[in-house]
């Protein structure tokens, strides 16, 4: 298989982005449409510098460096035909365990124009319930009283920031790119709540020299293993220890709200808008939120690849259900938008076997999906009176994935919630089914007190208990 080579010298490169959290998704995505942007040569001072601040890190930093940040992406066609990608947009990479103090200065450093972040939806610190930024937190707590030597990524981009400041290097924009509705805002409001808290001085600043923009991201990615690895270097004949697969679809639409410059994305298929609101209601509602719906049912089912799971028919129907049912009428859609193209586009999407995506990556981190996925739309339901079967026997399937830990064929699994708290932990475990409805990613709203909804639920968790998910479902479809 031919592999399409970036043509641009690395050397030529500036980096005038700083990227926070190079997973797989980022590299599929943002370095993607970047990689192709370097082509043009007055394009060339926004190649981006990785930063990775985990300690989990280590074997991707590592994996990387050793082939000169470059890797292989590899775009799986829903006709069964691949197209591979050498991606040279990575033009520096910094371990933050490794030497924090160069991610300061990189930050700080007058080349770089933005910040972007994939830190994950969990990842901005929030309270579930009243969506404020968690003071609390010991980590937090942390980094406001050591400036000089933070931990999480507030206390890092604080410091850097305060360089910049320091150092008039100039203003900076900071661009989200994780799924949370007005994912901007969100990381406004995170940022600037532990600034205003450290440091007033530099909260006064950050309110001129900072924008953070609104984006809609889109591309399903899945977790690469070491099979994979296999799979993909056999298939592009390379030895690349990073690679990385994805959809052909793709999507990014940004608010155009750069207070220090920005690419010319638009040169390669990124959308910029005055007001990303119906895109990302859109993604948020029907892709993320049937990904979700589907995720745990499927997975008691026994299903462990989406694309498996989508040639079962209760599953399909129930998504369409859900789609058209519960969640189109609070969609309205973008412009030049077609909503009952998008909906199939999506079915396809989740069939395509050449992806395959793992159910268990859409059951990862519950705890901070729902509130962004399923509570918003839930809430608008509850208030108009409507059909709440679907969205009850989720949060039962959801309830007994977490529980019980033992899928319909008595296959027992591990259950990854890294957000998960200890009052959690004791609403799961509590045998008394409604305290589940006080976990943390459901308190928005008080489903215990709804009648409706708790004597769905109740008698689906029940079911699930004694019949399996999969009996359950073709009951309500």
């Given at each position: 298989m031919m592999i399409s080579q970036y043509q641009f010298n690395k050397k030529n490169i500036t980096s005038g982005i700083v990227h926070i959290g190079v997973g797989n998704f980022h590299r599929a995505h943002q370095q993607y449409y970047t990689n192709l942007l370097l082509e043009n040569e007055d394009q060339q001072n926004w190649g981006i510098c990785g930063i990775c601040l985990l300690p989990s890190d280590e074997k991707i930093v590592n994996n990387l460096r050793s082939q000169n940040l470059d890797y292989t992406l590899t775009v799986c066609g829903r006709d069964g035909k691949d197209e591979v990608f050498k991606i040279g947009s990575l033009t520096e990479l910094i371990w933050g365990v490794e030497n924090p103090k160069a991610v300061i200065e990189k930050i700080a450093n007058k080349d770089t124009k933005i910040i972007t972040l994939t830190i994950t939806e969990g990842g901005y610190n929030l309270d579930k319930e009243t969506n404020e930024f968690d003071l609390n937190n010991e980590k937090i707590q942390h980094d406001l009283k050591n400036q000089e030597n933070p931990t999480t990524v507030f206390g890092f981009i604080a410091e850097g920031l305060r360089q910049r400041k320091s150092n008039g290097s100039g203003a900076i924009t900071i661009l989200s790119c994780d799924n949370l509705q007005h994912n901007g805002n969100t990381a406004k409001r995170a940022f600037t709540t532990f600034i205003e808290n450290q440091d007033k001085d530099l909260a006064e600043w950050?309110?001129?020299?900072?924008?953070?923009?609104?984006?809609?991201?889109?591309?399903?990615?899945?977790?690469?293993?070491?099979?994979?690895?296999?799979?993909?270097?056999?298939?592009?004949?390379?030895?690349?220890?990073?690679?990385?697969?994805?959809?052909?679809?793709?999507?990014?639409?940004?608010?155009?709200?750069?207070?220090?410059?920005?690419?010319?994305?638009?040169?390669?298929?990124?959308?910029?808008?005055?007001?990303?609101?119906?895109?990302?209601?859109?993604?948020?509602?029907?892709?993320?939120?049937?990904?979700?719906?589907?995720?745990?049912?499927?997975?008691?089912?026994?299903?462990?690849?989406?694309?498996?799971?989508?040639?079962?028919?209760?599953?399909?129907?129930?998504?369409?259900d859900f789609m058209e049912i519960d969640i189109t009428p609070y969609v309205p859609a973008p412009k030049n938008t077609d909503l009952n193209v998008y909906k199939q586009t999506l079915i396809e999407r989740f069939a395509n076997h050449s992806v395959s995506d793992q159910v268990s990556r859409l059951c990862f981190d519950g705890i901070s999906k729902f509130p962004v996925y399923i509570m918003p739309n839930l809430a608008k339901m509850v208030n108009g009176n409507k059909d709440l079967t679907r969205v009850a026997f989720l949060i039962a399937s959801y309830r007994h994935y977490l529980k019980y830990k033992v899928d319909d064929n008595g296959h027992s699994f591990e259950v990854a919630e890294p957000w998960i708290t200890e009052e959690d932990k004791q609403l799961i475990s509590n045998i008394n089914s409604i305290k589940f409805l006080e976990l943390s990613a459901l308190k928005s709203i008080d489903l215990k007190s709804n009648e409706k909804f708790t004597n769905l639920y109740s008698k689906f968790t029940e079911e699930i208990k004694n019949q399996g998910a999969g009996k359950v479902l073709e009951t309500i479809i």
């Open positions: 950050v309110k001129t020299n900072v924008t953070f923009p609104n984006s809609m991201v889109d591309r399903i990615t899945p977790a690469t293993t070491s099979e994979d690895i296999v799979r993909l270097n056999e298939k592009s004949r390379t030895e690349d220890k990073a690679p990385v697969y994805c959809e052909d679809f793709t999507q990014w639409v940004i608010e155009d709200n750069f207070v220090a410059g920005r690419p010319n994305w638009e040169k390669v298929g990124v959308e910029f808008t005055d007001d990303v609101t119906a895109f990302e209601n859109m993604k948020l509602s029907l892709l993320n939120a049937s990904h979700t719906l589907l995720s745990y049912p499927s997975f008691l089912k026994g299903y462990r690849k989406v694309d498996e799971a989508m040639t079962d028919k209760s599953i399909v129907k129930f998504i369409r």
